[in-house]
Every structure is written in C-alpha cells, then in structure tokens.
Nanobody
Framework: QVQLVESGGGLVQPGGSLRLSCEAS????????MGWYRQAPGKQRELVAT???????DYADSVKGRFTIAGDVAENTVYLQMNSLKPEDTAVYFC??????????????WGQGTQVTVSS
C-alpha cells in the first residue's frame, strides 16, 4: 500500500513561515500531478496549490503571492513554502497525488495530514 508522508506542520505566529514536505513511501509511476489541500474545522476540504508533471502551477486565490508549491512529480515529492501566514490558514494540510487511469477516472492518493496552526 503506497502512502504519502507529510512533514513540516506546526504552530507559528501570524506573519511567520512554514515549509511542508511530502513524499511517497515507495515510487508511484505515472503520477500526473501532486498538490496540497487543507481542511479547517467545520469546513470542506479545499485546494491550496497543485503542480503538474509538466510544471504547471495553480493556486487558490487566498494563498496567491504568499504560498509557493514546488517539487518533482515524477519522483513523487512536493513541497509547500508558506509565508506571511494568517490565522485563517489554520487547518490540517493534506498531500495529494493524482494517478490517471485509462478507465473509471483517476486514482487519488492522500497523506494522513499535518496540522498547521497560526496563532499569537
């Protein structure tokens, strides 16, 4: 069973920075894209940022200019540099990998989540 393993969460003051990391427990071939999602208490999981095998990047409007996604999709590694953190960034952050399939839609792999808390 392949797992995505995240690290780097924690408690930080408003305006501070954190860097999240994610890698697969073993190589998953043919991953098309990786990304980060987050879920705050009482809210739905939402997209934060994604990176494709071709290097295309996408960000939620709420994090543009503050967060940067990077990584090597072919090597199943992805990072999220989070700067100028705000209390509303507090959430559990999940790593995601998308494996396209010829039939039935893509397979999504998820990490166990890492807590990010922004508070003074």
């Amino acid at each position: 069973q392949v797992q995505l393993v995240e690290s780097g969460g924690g408690l930080v003051q408003p305006g501070g920075s954190l860097r999240l990391s994610c890698e697969a427990s073993r190589r998953i071939f043919s991953i098309d894209a990786m990304g980060w999602y987050r879920q705050a208490p009482g809210k739905q999981r939402e997209l934060v940022a994604t990176i494709t095998r071709g290097g295309n990047l996408d960000y939620a409007d709420s994090v543009k200019g503050r967060f940067t996604i990077a990584g090597d999709v072919a090597e199943n590694t992805v990072y999220l540099q989070m700067n100028s953190l705000k209390p509303e960034d507090t959430a559990v952050y999940f790593c995601n990998a998308v494996h396209p399939m010829p039939y039935g839609g893509p397979v999504h792999y998820w990490g166990q989540g890492t807590q990010v808390t922004v508070s003074s």
